[in-house]
């Protein structure tokens, strides 16, 4: 596994030790490369960052020591009481991994596909990005998160984000079986059950990460 760490501030995220007890897979929703993410973080005050992130080609980057935390979940109260289940401040006891991917994408009349912006009323394809070459197509009857098309998870990222999560689960004695219930909101996630989530296991609005077949083999298989 290839890590490269970075000087981030200290001032971004709580310098307080604290026991990880479950492992969150995010994905950033922005262009190729970490800079523009880690750079975004640093100008905000409200120390909200991942303590990695899996770029395209494979290598982690890391921000801060896990042992550390920041707000990376965004909780909401509501949906805690919704599933019946106590508010728990989960942000201290988890450690979030962000996959560099524009998530859900917008198809255009040229026939490419382009990130999504919202432009008041809806989703529409940002063309003042460039054209997403490698991307994932739900079926129309199967839309992901009301989605069809999102970003494909490179097989790099999938085999380096495999590589961290084992080697963290070992560390912190997280157990890595398969949660089948991560894709929508989930009671063990939000009781705060030992394990691997998603950031859609947390909120209802979050459509990371997406189930695309590769990524979804390889956690079944850890």
Not at 33 to 60: C, L, S, Y
Not at 97 to 123: C, M, V
Not at 129 to 149: D, I, M, S
Not at 195 to 206: L, M, N, P
């Amino acid at each position: 596994m290839n890590l490269i760490r970075h000087n981030f501030p200290t001032t971004q995220y709580v310098r307080e030790r604290t026991e990880k007890r479950q492992v969150v897979l995010h994905h950033t929703a922005s262009g190729p490369g970490v800079d523009g993410d880690i750079n975004w973080w640093m100008k905000t005050p409200e120390r909200v960052a991942t303590h990695f992130i899996v770029d395209r080609e494979g290598q982690v980057h890391q921000l801060f020591d896990e042992e550390f935390w920041a707000w990376h979940l965004g909780l909401q109260q509501k949906v805690f009481t919704q599933m019946g289940v106590p508010y728990k401040q989960l942000d201290r006891q988890s450690i979030g991994i962000e996959i560099d991917s524009w998530g859900f994408l917008e198809p255009h009349t040229d026939g490419q596909f382009y990130p999504a912006k919202w432009n008041g009323t809806r989703n529409v394809p940002n063309t003042a990005a460039k054209p997403v070459k490698y991307f994932y197509e739900y079926c129309t009857n199967q839309k992901w998160k009301g989605h069809r098309y999102y970003e494909r998870y490179t097989t790099a990222q999938i085999n380096a984000v495999r590589d961290l999560v084992r080697e963290l689960c070992r560390r912190h004695n997280i157990p890595k079986t398969y949660n089948p219930d991560m894709w929508e909101v989930s009671r063990h996630a939000l009781s705060g059950t030992p394990g691997i989530f998603a950031h859609c296991s947390y909120r209802t609005d979050k459509s990371d990460i997406h189930p695309q077949p590769e990524m979804l083999t390889m956690l079944k298989n850890l």
